[in-house]
């Protein structure tokens, strides 16, 4: 079993910046690939960003260049550091990782872009 514990959402203003943060705990197999996903009111969950065990990384069109997906192996935590936020990136982001032979949830943190 393997609990993610995500942080640091909040309100922010349209092209301010922010930086969540997920930690997990629990039985830890192996170092895998983990990412990010948000849901926002009315809209399918969507994935943001994934960065595998090697620090590889991947992002969705609507956050290139604005969004950067970083890990802490020892501290089995991964981060994502967001600038030029904008309305449309108001949701709440899950963290999301693959252990075990399954994959886990975090519970998820609110951000809010508003003016």
């Known amino acids: 079993q393997v609990q993610l514990v995500e942080s640091g959402g909040g309100l922010v203003q349209p092209g301010g910046s922010l930086r969540v943060s997920c930690a997990a705990s629990?039985?830890?197999?192996?170092?895998?690939?983990m990412g990010w996903y948000r849901q926002a009111p009315g809209k399918q969950r969507e994935l943001v960003a994934l960065i595998t065990s090697g620090g590889s990384t991947n992002y969705a069109d609507s956050v290139k260049g604005r969004f950067t997906i970083s890990r802490d192996n020892d501290k089995n935590a991964i981060y994502l550091q967001m600038n030029s936020l904008k309305p449309e990136d108001t949701a709440v982001y899950y963290c999301r990782s693959w252990q075990g032979g399954s994959a886990y949830w975090g519970q998820g943190t609110q951000v809010t872009v508003s003016s």
């Open positions: 629990g039985t830890i197999s192996s170092i895998n690939t």
